[in-house]
């Protein structure tokens, strides 16, 4: 499986939903969907756990990072994701995410010190 690194930082190679989906993986799906119903959205269930990932071209993405607003200006702004974007250091939605996923902000400050992609 190839790794694929989301417009905000957060790597979907590891997510299991992408996991989940890339592998074709129903028991996978039905497990990934009862973590996140308790987590996120009770009524979440195994057939809503589809995602090629964030900056696949296929239609199939996840319902909450379908609606990104990271994602939606990403597309918009036609980065490889916003670690390319010259509004990076101060743009208020990273901000705002990056107090809960800092692992997502060190990804995406080594990509644009060059150290990954
Ligand atoms: S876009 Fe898909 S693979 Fe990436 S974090 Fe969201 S659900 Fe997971
Ligand atoms: S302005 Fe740039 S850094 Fe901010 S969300 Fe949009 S693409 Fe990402």
Redesign the pocket.
């Known amino acids: 499986m190839s790794s694929?690194i989301?417009y905000c930082g957060?790597n979907?190679s590891e997510?299991?939903?992408?996991i989940a989906t890339q592998t074709n993986d129903d028991n996978e799906r039905k497990k990934v969907a009862e973590m996140w119903a308790k987590q996120y959205n009770p009524n979440l269930t195994a057939k809503d756990i589809n995602?090629?990932?964030?900056i696949t071209s296929s239609t199939k993405?996840?319902s909450?990072?379908n609606e990104?607003p990271i994602?939606k200006c990403g597309k918009e702004k036609s980065v490889n994701n916003c670690a390319y974007c010259v509004e990076y250091a101060a743009c208020d939605k990273l901000a705002t995410f990056f107090k809960m996923a800092p692992k997502a902000k060190d990804t995406l400050d080594n990509i644009r010190k060059g150290k990954s992609r």
């Open positions: 694929m989301a957060i979907c997510c299991p939903a992408y995602c090629d990932g964030c993405v996840f909450w990072c990104c994602r």
